[in-house]
């Protein structure tokens, strides 16, 4: 398989750079006229999944939402993503997953590895037991053509003091991370790398350099707050990097799948002018 940065890429030249998030919160499920059960949660996305894989380069199911109904909700986020597999449409698992040694290595087969029914084209992770602890999920992305996106500078309020805080060597956290991706993608072949990094579209400013070579999933976009003109202004050059990801800004057009699908046309309209950074 080609190494999931080519295809990002592909995919985003297609359709954009947009990453339509299916996010089955309670309060979406009741906009929808849906219960919050199984069977709403089943209808929720893989309604969405049906409408929204056709036209956004890439899906991002919210793992959370559907481990709340347990081993009948990951049953139905094993359908989300073979469904979305079936419209040939990317899939990021967001799980924020992180640990060390076998465990990681077990997350790791558990979302990357195609043997896997959870497998997804790309994961989330947290890298805050040490950059080092990512190499169980590199290494499982390098061997199936997958990719990670690790947290980097996140907008919840909680973040600054420690994603900002300065390390002895005089870099901070987020700085740090932000280095060891761009070492990930140095021997990319193509434009894009696969080992990418998650920063809000609210953080409102930083002075770090966000062009790792990689993708950057940008949530926050629409009903969090964040527009394009902040993506522009936050990202600079590296806005042509950005994969912006909306979810409840576009679900809650649902469940009219037309009405869906034409939500996350919009936005991808909006955002192609990230395509043509300096």
């Known amino acids: 398989m080609r190494p ?53 380069a890439a899906l991002k199911p919210q793992s959370a939402f559907f481990e709340r109904f347990g081993s009948a909700g990951i049953a139905v986020l094993e359908r989300v993503l073979a469904t979305a597999r079936e419209a040939g449409t990317l899939t990021v698992t967001d799980v924020k997953r ?59 309020p909680e973040a600054p003091p ?38 809000g579209a609210t953080i409102g400013g930083t002075e770090e350099d966000l062009d ?8 926050g976009l629409g009903a969090q707050g964040g527009t394009v003109a902040d993506v522009r202004r936050i990202f600079g050059p590296a806005a042509r990097l950005v994969l912006a990801s909306s979810s409840r800004e576009i679900l809650r057009a649902g469940p009219d799948p037309r009405a869906l699908a034409d939500a996350a046309r919009a936005v991808a309209t909006d955002l192609a002018a990230l395509r043509d950074a300096p």
């Open 98 to 156: 992180g640990d060390i040694g076998s465990t990681a290595q077990g997350y790791a087969e558990a979302y990357l590895d195609p043997a896997s029914p959870l497998a997804s084209d790309a994961m989330t992770v947290s890298p805050y037991l040490g950059t080092g602890s990512l190499q169980p999920f590199v290494d499982t992305a390098r061997a199936h053509g997958a990719g990670v996106f690790v947290l980097a500078l996140t907008s919840n």
């Open 212 to 219: 790792v070579g990689g993708p950057l999933l940008v949530p």
């Open 162 to 199: 420690f994603q900002q805080a300065v390390t002895a060597a005089g870099v901070t956290v987020a700085g740090s991370v932000l280095d060891h991706l761009r070492g990930l993608n140095a021997d990319a072949d193509g434009p894009l790398g696969s080992f990418g990094a998650v920063v």
């Open 4 to 56: 999931f940065g080519a295809r990002l890429a592909a995919a985003v030249d297609a359709r954009g750079p947009l990453c339509a998030g299916i996010d089955p919160h309670p309060t979406l499920l009741q906009a929808w006229g849906l219960p919050d059960t199984v069977a709403g949660l089943e209808r929720f996305a893989l309604g969405a999944t049906e409408a929204l894989a056709p036209v956004v």
